[in-house]
């Protein structure tokens, strides 16, 4: 068996999508997998052992391209692939295996795919979780009509490169000395995502007078919010906060993230990370639900107000108050964590 896999494009999506790969390695352990993914997915994907290679698409997030997606999948017939899962909704993400002449051609409904795929799924509100979805196309159709027949769920779990890490703490002039709380307080969505700057430095704070150290990850984007965060820390607990959004890769952010004993985290691609390296997680959750994307782990505490208008899934508050952020205090991020130190 030969699979191909389209895969997501955001980071969070393609960390959970490594249960499905781990479903697919179980059913059928000789099965090659290889996946359709962003170049900044490769890095991700090394870290699944389940998966044989990434190939990288050339064309980007948004573009059609009907003639380039053609020629991708024309030059991907003679990998003779036996099989193709589509993780994304779109129709144009089911058009090169049907190029590619990839005789099963799986997935969701989505855009009305009918004839796009083959082995088509169109019952997706039965699985309330988005790793249920994922993990079900693992499965054959007629097994599988509602999540709690899917016989397992793992979990993602990315390896961790020691190498990679200490030559990503010495470039950064980091240690361990103190035992670390990652933040991880950006999140592409949007700012209904994004739990106030202050508050995550009263909880840097808080547990730099304990004895903790604090590593704030993040892409450039972050840079500003992280940076202010920092200077929130009175002038001498600032040694012991560490702004590292924009400067670390994201496979850097990866293992790094393996070194803290804790995350706290917004709902963001980083905390689906900090799950899958076997973290602590404290999710901090504002106009998103954890009944669809929670983080992956046995050990996790998920935050949220119970404000009448969340969960509302806006990228932006519709009433202009992010009340559903701005009324999660940081005693209840502090509390959460500390039910993991008692």
Same mark, same amino acid.
């Given at each position: 068996? @030969? ?27 000789? #099965? ?12 991700? &994907? ?7 290679? *990434? ?10 391209? &009907? ?32 190029? $590619? ?14 004839? &796009? ?25 007629? *097994?599988?009509? =509602? ?20 030559? #990503?703490? #010495?470039?950064?002039?980091?240690? /361990? @000395? ?8 950006? $999140? ?16 840097? /704070? ?25 200077? =929130?820390? *009175? ?11 924009? @400067? ?10 393996? $070194? ?9 691609? &980083?905390? =689906? ?25 046995? /050990?996790?505490?998920?935050? =949220? /107000? ?37």
């Amino acid at each position: 068996m @030969k699979i191909l896999i389209i895969g997501p494009s955001w980071v969070g999506d393609m960390v959970m999508s490594q249960s499905l790969f781990i479903s697919l390695k179980k059913r059928h352990p000789n #099965a090659l997998i290889d996946v359709l993914a962003p170049a900044w997915c490769k890095p991700i &994907l090394d870290r699944m052992p389940e998966v044989n290679q *990434a190939i990288e698409m050339p064309i980007g997030h948004g573009s059609f391209n &009907l003639k380039g997606r053609y020629q991708l999948g024309k030059s991907l017939r003679e990998a003779k692939y036996t099989h193709s899962i589509i993780m994304p909704n779109s129709a144009k993400s089911a058009l090169i295996p049907l190029f $590619a002449k990839i005789p099963l051609r799986t997935g969701w409904k989505g855009e009305s795919r009918y004839g &796009l795929l083959n082995d088509i799924r169109t019952n997706k509100k039965e699985f309330g979780l988005v790793i249920e979805r994922y993990c079900s196309l693992a499965y054959p159709k007629a *097994a599988m009509t =509602h999540g709690d027949q899917i016989p397992e769920l793992p979990y993602p779990k990315l390896v961790v490169d020691d190498a990679v890490q200490a030559s #990503a703490m #010495a470039r950064l002039s980091l240690d /361990t @000395k103190r035992p670390v709380i990652g933040m991880c307080p950006g $999140a592409e969505f949007g700012p209904s995502k994004r739990w106030p700057e202050q508050y995550f430095a009263k909880v840097a /704070t808080h547990f730099i007078q304990q004895g903790y150290q604090v590593w704030l990850f993040g892409s450039q984007k972050d840079e500003a919010v992280t940076q202010s965060i920092v200077g =929130h820390v *009175a002038p001498e607990q600032q040694e012991h906060c560490h702004s590292l959004a924009g @400067k670390t890769n994201l496979i850097e952010a990866v293992d790094l993230i393996a $070194a803290c004993k804790t995350v706290v985290s917004n709902d963001s691609g &980083l905390m =689906h990370i900090a799950a899958a390296v076997s973290c602590n997680v404290v999710a901090v959750y504002g106009s998103t639900s954890p009944d669809y994307t929670p983080p992956l782990s046995k /050990t996790v505490e998920i935050v =949220h /107000t119970d404000i009448d208008c969340r969960p509302c899934f806006k990228r932006e508050c519709p009433y202009q108050h992010l009340k559903c952020l701005k009324e999660l205090p940081p005693e209840q991020v502090i509390a959460a964590i500390n039910r993991f130190t008692h």
